[in-house]
């Protein structure tokens, strides 16, 4: 292999933002990158973290890769991987895994593994039903929490139920049970997603095997469920939309007015108004807790709270009904669909040994999935859309006792100094005095807005550190479908510098050697056996050579050319189409031909 | 009727013998009843007439079947003065007249159309070796003279350097080498392409791969272009890939003085896509027929008429198995286990 120069940054590399240079004030000192994290490889975790990361919300990492970390080292032992540790830099979280790599550890662990994740799966449904009874328990518990008001004298109850303390005390018990709440929640977030992604993997990984070129959608498409809970939103909206034409209410349910507008004058229309509103509200709870985003941003709002995105996309659906669509999910067809879909490929297989495994893999899929589609509806946007409202209402309470301007503005603290500023409220309450410092709370406020703002705008790079060998740890594999090629994209990437010719993938394998570069056809004598023929076209007349030589690369054609049939059936790597190999190799060039991917690269 | 010509509607898959690979496949998919431009053979039988007047001792193909494929010019100088007996020598009267006839009559009363003539070996197209491209195919044959020219130059191409050091190599005897020749209506192409029944990159069974250029589809099969290309799903019909090239140059009708011309395609088509979404649903209709028939996945060459005189203007000029894929045997991908999850927890324990 040749030298490669380091294509990420080491995390001591990377400097403060320009104008963000506090940013560390806004996470735990823990999630703070250490030297010898240099010697880690880390990922930017884009798919949970697309933006910089408030104050508050960085709670969020915490509690998640607490839980994950938990569930696969500690609870159900997973053979190859312990769990991941996050560090936060100029406001991105970055990830590393800690895979297991002694296979006599492997095995250890393995021996627990499947006897633990075994009972899970061999009792799926009846956990899986417990589960949603355990979830809407902590939600129905979320929702029951009342910020405290904190008047002017107590109840009288507090007197004469002898409670014996004071409605201060319970600003911060609330707020703490608010927050265990989250942690418990994240705990179940991940108590079925590993082992059911493990499942869907598992099937995914075989029917790619069998059929390289299909496409992600379709292996979902075939496990898939019809009737699950995510599509439920959008059906109500439906719901409500033909019952807005069928009541005559649909004139007003315009896109572009104003949620507040719209609710008032349905309501100003009489009966039919009223009944309109009550469905409304009927599917609103539990169905419009969606999100607008993926739950881990306090910004992200849901339907209910935010009625703007439902509104919008019922006047779309007003329109459709009027025009005579049926708009309900034909389920029927759907399911009919996916067993043919499911039931053709099966039959493409090549042998019922095949088949048999195929069976089994589908069938634990169609059990596990629900799982993956459910939860989210569950955590990230019930759970979660409360939990960030229920943090708002602290939120409001601090700004009666002046502490913050905006509610909102207690997302720019960390959980900590939330509750901090909460005992700071409580002292007041008690004193009588005003709460001290908050010039200073809102100063800070306004700092870490302001940083927000410039890390947006910084490129966070797509990793860290140095490249590993291989990376395999199946924890990354299943909930970021990060893979040692997903790391060799990005280092190509990154390392655009390193000259390479893409073409297209004529003929599998992958070999170096040395270019020989011919122009025609009548140089073919000056090929030496070993070498890689690197030509504008290569036609068929260049066939007896093909028995000599290692790789071809040529400027144009395709798949079915002579030239690249001929190639796979000497089993020998060849790219083509690349549009411009001759020009850019220079015969005596060492080259790597990758058969497998359609690329050369030119390594000295 | 000698069978020294014969037509193509008469004869099927179990004819390699008389009419070689291509002219069997072709009158197989006539009796399917798919669209194939009409045309005839000039059989094995006249072929090996003719060879055995040329070379009635034997001595030529004695010599051939000693010699070293490593040594490209020991093979030229084995071959060249064959080649120059075959092309030079004139047809046999019988031959002659037959193909003349068939020539005439295959336009009705109208002057012959320009014709394609395709060499048709016995070995061609096994299910084992592909012979791609190894011997001659000349298009826009547009009279008498010429015909009979190409007849003889793709017989002569039996003996070109290549296919005998690919028999050569691959230990296929000289005595079983015959040429049958397809003379077939030439397709005036707007577009034309090559489709395999499986990738041809990754194998996979559960898709059409279809390539398709300008033109006529010398300037695919000759890598001259880099064509368009769509990866289709036989299960849903989806095309799940599509890569439109940049096609720079196309073969066309020499309509001065017969054969093909390559230029360059004119700027304003290059990008466009070579071939309509209906086309791509049609040609995977034709491979699901085809591999469904054949039994094995086929290497299918196409071609769209520029002006189609009726129908959608599809016609299929060839299917052949294909070979590179078929040699690799299946090892079973994945068994049954005795619990379903037990594929999860094998998974996971691998390091």
């Known amino acids: ?43 930017y975790n884009a798919t949970h973290y697309p933006e910089p990361v408030p104050a508050f919300d960085g709670l969020s990492a915490e509690v998640a890769y607490s839980a994950i970390g938990a569930n696969t080292a500690r609870i159900f032992v997973f053979p190859a991987t312990l769990g991941i540790e996050y560090r936060i830099v100029n406001g991105r979280v970055y990830l590393a895994a800690n895979p297991v790599t002694d296979p006599a550890e492997i095995g250890r662990r393995l021996e627990i593994f499947q006897r633990r994740a075994g009972y899970y799966y061999e009792h799926w449904d009846r956990l899986y039903a417990e589960w949603k009874q355990r979830m809407q328990a902590v939600i129905d518990e979320l929702e029951a929490i009342e910020v405290p008001e904190l008047g002017e004298f107590d109840e009288e109850e507090v007197v004469t139920s002898g409670r014996g303390f004071a409605t201060n005390h319970l600003v911060r018990e609330r707020y703490h049970r608010v927050i265990d709440l989250y942690s418990i929640v994240w705990n179940h ?107 881990m941003y306090h910004h992200h709002r849901s339907w209910r709270d935010d009625p703007r995105v439902p509104l919008a996309g019922l006047s779309r659906y007003v ?57 989210k509806f569950f955590c990230e946007h019930w ?80 990793a860290l550190g140095p490249v590993p060998e291989a990376l395999n740890d199946p924890a990354v594999k299943l909930l970021w479908g990060i893979t040692s090629d997903t790391i060799r994209t990005w280092v190509e990437a990154a390392d655009s510098s390193s000259a390479q010719v893409q073409g297209l993938a004529a003929s599998p394998g992958v070999v170096e050697g040395v270019a020989r570069v011919l122009m025609s056809v009548n140089e073919i004598d000056q090929i030496e056996g070993g070498e890689i023929l690197v030509c504008p076209v290569t036609s068929p007349s260049w066939g007896p050579v093909f028995g000599k030589i290692k790789a071809a690369v040529s400027d144009s054609g395709g798949m079915m050319s002579h030239a690249a049939i001929v190639a796979r059936e000497y089993g020998m790597p060849a790219v083509v189409g690349t549009g411009s190999a001759t ?4 015969t005596g060039d060492r080259l790597r031909v990758d058969g497998d991917r359609g690329l050369v690269v030119i390594l000295s | 009727m000698s069978d020294l010509v014969i037509s193509l509607d008469t004869v099927g898959r179990d004819d390699v013998a008389l009419v070689g690979g291509k002219g069997a496949s072709l009158g197989e998919m006539v009796r399917l009843g798919l669209p194939v431009p009409p045309g005839y053979v000039v059989t094995t039988t006249a072929f090996r007439e003719v060879l055995a ?38 047809l046999p009267p019988a031959i002659e007249a037959g193909l003349l006839e068939h020539y005439r009559r295959l336009d009705g009363d109208h002057t012959p159309r320009p014709v394609a003539v395709r060499s048709s070996a016995t070995g061609e197209d096994a299910a084992d070796a592909s012979f791609a491209g190894l011997q001659d195919t000349h298009l826009w044959v547009r009279d008498e003279t010429s015909l009979v020219d190409c007849l003889r130059a793709c017989w002569a191409s039996l003996f070109s350097v290549e296919a005998v050091c690919y028999r050569l190599q691959r230990h296929i005897a000289e005595e079983d080498a015959a040429m049958a ?61 599509r890569r439109i090239s940049d096609k720079l140059r196309r ?80 090892e079973p991908i994945a068994a049954p286990k005795a619990r379903a999850f037990d594929h999860v927890i094998e998974a996971m324990g691998r390091a």
């Open chain 1, 1 to 43: 292999m040749s030298e490669h120069r380091a294509p990420f940054p080491l995390p001591s590399e990377i400097a403060d933002a320009p104008g963000a240079e506090q940013w560390a004030s806004m996470y735990a000192p823990f999630s703070r990158f250490q030297p010898e994290d240099d010697a880690k490889f880390w990922f």
């Open chain 1, 189 to 295: 977030h991940i108590e079925f997603v590993m082992l059911a992604f493990g499942a869907y993997v598992v099937f995914s990984e075989f029917v790619t095997a069998a059929f390289p070129e299909i496409p992600e959608q379709t292996v979902a498409r075939m496990v898939a469920g019809i009737d699950v809970i995510m599509y439920r939103p959008d059906e109500e909206l439906k719901r409500l939309a033909r019952l807005a034409v069928e009541l005559g209410v649909d004139d007003l349910l315009t896109d572009d007015s104003e949620p507040t507008t719209v609710f008032a004058q349905v309501a100003e229309r009489g009966d039919a108004g009223t009944a309109w509103l009550a469905e409304w509200e009927k599917s609103s709870i539990p169905w419009f807790h969606v999100s607008t985003g993926d739950g």
């Open chain 1, 319 to 375: 329109e459709r009904v009027r025009a005579g669509e049926d708009l309900r999910r034909p389920t029927e067809r759907l399911k009919e669909e996916r067993e043919e879909v499911a039931n053709r490929y099966r039959a493409l297989l090549s042998s019922d040994q095949e088949r048999a495994a195929f069976d089994q893999m589908l069938g634990l899929c169609r059990t596990t999935f629900p799982y993956i589609e459910e939860h």
């Open chain 1, 383 to 462: 759970f979660v859309t409360q939990f960030f409202a229920k943090i708002r209402e602290f939120g409001k309470l601090l700004v009666r006792f002046g502490v913050l301007e905006d509610a909102e503005d207690v997302f720019q603290l960390q959980h900590h100094e939330v509750e901090q500023q909460l005992a700071n409220v409580m002292l007041a309450w008690a004193a009588g005095s005003a709460p001290v410092g908050t010039d200073a709370v809102k100063a800070l406020v306004a700092e870490r807005k302001a940083m927000l703002e410039v890390l947006a705008t910084w490129p966070a790079p797509p």
């Open chain 1, 583 to 586: 020009r850019r190799i220079k």
């Open chain 2, 53 to 90: 007047e040329i070379d009635a001792e034997r001595r030529f193909t004695a010599t051939i079947a000693g010699v070293d494929p490593q040594d490209h010019r020991g093979v030229e100088m084995a071959t060249a003065p064959l080649r120059e007996a075959i092309t030079t020598r004139p």
């Open chain 2, 181 to 241: 020749v397809v003379v077939q209506q030439m397709v005036e192409a707007r577009s034309s392409g090559v489709m395999f029944t499986r990738s041809p990159s990754t194998g996979d069974r559960s898709v059409v791969a279809i390539e398709s250029a300008w033109g006529l589809g010398s300037a695919i099969v000759g890598g001259e272009v880099t064509p368009d290309s769509f990866t289709l799903s036989k299960v849903t019909g989806e095309v799940v890939r």
């Open chain 2, 251 to 330: 073969h066309v009708p020499d309509r001065v003085g017969g054969g093909v011309l390559d230029e360059e395609v004119p700027p304003d088509l290059r990008a466009v896509p070579s071939v309509s979404d209906e086309e791509l649903a049609r040609l995977l209709s034709l491979a699901r027929t085809l591999e469904a028939h054949y039994g094995r996945a086929q290497d299918v060459e196409w071609a769209v008429a520029a002006d189609p005189a009726s129908g959608d203007g599809l016609y299929l000029l060839q299917s052949r198995p294909e070979t590179a894929w078929a040699k690799q045997s299946a």
